[in-house]
């Protein structure tokens, strides 16, 4: 959710002259998605899940190519991407590292696990390692409540955490992920 | 009542070393696609009737008799759509997740049915961003469907060729609302719309729309194959027919179960979930965070669609049981459940918007140390004021923050007043020092 509309692009970065939304990921979404629905702003999500999967993040400049591609205005655009979690306008490590907060996950020690993140890696949520391989946030329930305390990471979920041997277990993986974000 | 063992889990061991995700070839092995067939070989009113005298109730948290919103799509309106929620994002639950990602294809199944039932173009399965996992293996056995000619096709009968796709959300609990989810499948933000309309006269892209939870269409198949009756054998009354219930929290064996409704919170906790863990029984909330809190003497409360008014709580909501013990901090608890509601909400609906970021700032406040008795009285007020139910907001969500708190003060007052300090003494210095500590 997002419903502080707060100016999260105005480090409008220099567009750059190859775009964004490349001829393989537009035509990725023309055959795939467009065929799916009434209106082409449908293929929004999906559009941007892939652009999350290629980039890491969403660039003020994906923003504006979408928009011509979707036949929509910028503010559509913008209004909506800004308004879901896991499309991210600031690039992030390499693992995004999602850490459940809520109830059941509470319950069942999520703090042990967010101090332990705190301690091997030095960040906060929502920061990053300086070596740009881990960024932590905090999420609200993961649908993974009988693995409490949980976490997500990139695409691969992480149930039953033993902090120690969870920050182990991120540490040993490889600097270049397997999956996407 | 009588429950003679699992129905929607029956293919699911147990022993969890033994689950495995099952294809559409051991699907039809097993008797997946005859109740498909079976359907097909009525009319859409008779698949319509049945599913009104089985009297299955919504399993997405609101119980609304399936039937009889199908019943409200209106006569030969066409495209007209069906979203199937798979959002599922309430803290405390998990059961679509488990049945799917294990037994795809009743869900598939069960689309179908209630896809030639009444008549629709195309469905869209909404499912939330973070399950990754559960979207892949979605859109394997969708190939596989779509292979043995289950979509794609015309509908027996029909010049509608029937559709089903995978649609991802990405990380918003609010599109779990009929109407928020409807807008975020437009590609738009997640903000539930005004009704009337309703969705099943103006819903996705403006056309006739129903919606409808993963479990509950995941029944359908079992009700064209066993009949009304023997899905009224189990449950009571009010509430036909086997649930899957998701235990967490404090027990030593969370997980999803599966039993007829009606049966008693203590004998899901005792019989399946391995017993509480680390304490006594002291709270648990029965479905989903929204729904609030059952009390100590409440351990035995039969889980049904009729908990709300017997036990004080909004509903059996997502049948997501939370369990916390005597050593449980219930205050902090409260403050968890109030910072998902402040964080989650969409923002369009003033009391809903603000109440919730006020009570999250109150309890962070009580939390501290630095609570004052007239919170107690004003975390109570403000919680009341907010909801679809008082009237002044436009989804459930403000409903859910509402029920947490009334039910949290309501049934545990003495938690929160030891909590509480004097106003008097510290006077104007405690708001310094609560505003520097929160
Ligand atoms: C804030 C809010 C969140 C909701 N989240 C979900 C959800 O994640 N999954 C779901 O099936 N229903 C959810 N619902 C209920 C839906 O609005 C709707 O009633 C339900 O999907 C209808 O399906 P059913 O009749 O089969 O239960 C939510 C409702 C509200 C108010
Ligand atoms: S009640 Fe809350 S979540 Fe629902 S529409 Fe209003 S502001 Fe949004
Ligand atoms: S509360 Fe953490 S996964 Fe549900």
């Known amino acids: 959710m997002a419903w502080i509309v707060e100016d999260r692009l105005k480090q409008y970065q220099p567009t750059r002259s190859e775009p964004y939304l490349t001829a393989e990921i537009k035509s990725h979404i023309e055959q795939k998605y467009f065929p799916r629905y009434p209106r082409k702003q449908a293929a929004l999500l999906p559009l941007f899940h892939t652009i999350m999967h290629t980039y890491g993040y969403i660039a003020p400049q994906a923003i504006d190519e979408a928009a011509g591609f979707l036949g929509i205005s910028r503010a559509e655009v913008q209004d909506a991407v800004t308004f879901y979690e896991e499309f991210r306008l600031q690039p992030s490590g390499k693992y995004v590292v999602n850490v459940c907060r809520s109830i059941s996950c509470e319950l069942c020690g999520h703090q042990a696990v967010l101090d332990k993140m705190r301690e091997v890696f030095g960040i906060e949520p929502g920061e990053t390692t300086d070596d740009d391989k881990f960024t932590l946030f905090e999420v609200e329930c993961l649908g993974a409540c009988e693995q409490a305390p949980c976490a997500l990471v990139n695409e691969d979920l992480h149930g039953c955490l033993n902090p120690q041997a969870f920050a182990s277990q991120l540490q040993a993986l490889p600097d270049h992920p397997a999956t996407g974000h | ?438």
């Open chain 2, 1 to 438: 009542m009588a429950f003679a063992g699992p129905v929607l889990l029956k293919r699911i061991p147990d022993d969890p070393a033994k689950r495995k995700l099952i294809n559409i070839d051991e699907y039809m092995a097993t008797g997946g696609y005859e109740s498909l067939r079976k359907a097909q070989a009525m009319t859409p009113e008779q698949i319509i009737q049945l599913v009104i005298d089985s009297n299955l109730r919504g399993r997405g948290g609101a119980g609304f008799p399936c039937g009889s919103k199908w019943k409200f799509l209106p006569k030969d309106l066409h495209p007209r759509y069906l979203a199937v929620n798979f959002d599922e994002s309430e803290p405390g639950t998990f059961k679509d997740r488990y049945l799917t990602e294990y037994d795809p294809q009743v869900l598939l199944e069960g689309i179908a049915i209630a896809a030639f039932a009444n008549r629709i173009t195309t469905s869209y399965i909404y499912i939330r961003g973070e399950y990754h996992l559960q979207a892949k293996i979605l859109e394997k056995a969708l190939e596989e469907a779509y292979a043995k000619g289950i979509f794609g096709q015309k509908i027996p009968g029909t010049e509608i060729v029937h559709n089903c796709y995978v649609h991802r959300g990405a990380g918003a609990y609010i599109c779990g609302e009929e109407t928020g989810l409807l807008e975020s499948l437009e590609g738009k933000r997640g903000w539930p719309r005004i009704k009337p309309p309703f969705p099943a006269i103006a819903g996705a892209f403006a056309k006739p729309t129903i919606i409808n939870n993963v479990e509950t269409l995941a029944c359908l198949p079992y009700i064209i194959e066993y009949g009304a009756d023997w899905f009224k054998s189990m449950g009571t009354a009010s509430s036909a027919g086997p649930k899957l219930f998701g235990v967490s929290g404090l027990v030593h064996k969370p997980g999803v179960y599966e039993e007829e409704l009606g049966i008693k919170m203590s004998t899901l906790i005792e019989k399946y979930a391995g017993g509480i863990k680390g304490g006594k029984y002291r709270a648990a909330i029965p479905g989903g965070v929204s729904m609030g809190v059952l009390g100590t003497d409440q351990y035995d409360a039969e889980l049904d669609f009729d908990i709300g008014k017997k036990y004080n709580v909004l509903g059996l909501g997502t049948a997501g049981v939370i369990v916390m013990t005597d050593k449980t901090d219930l205050v902090v608890m409260l403050r968890n459940i109030v910072r998902f509601f402040a964080h989650e909400s969409c923002g369009q609906c003033t009391p809903c918007r603000e109440g919730t970021a006020w009570m999250h700032k109150m309890l962070n406040r009580i939390v501290a140390g630095y609570g004052k008795p007239r919170d107690f009285d004003l975390l109570m007020e403000v919680g009341l004021s907010m909801g679809s139910m008082p009237g002044t907001t436009i989804c459930g969500l403000a409903d859910g923050a509402n029920w947490a708190v009334r039910t949290f003060l309501e049934k545990f007052p003495e938690d929160f007043k030891a909590r509480l300090k004097s106003d008097h003494v510290q006077g104007v210095t405690l708001d310094a020092q609560a505003a520097a500590a929160v």
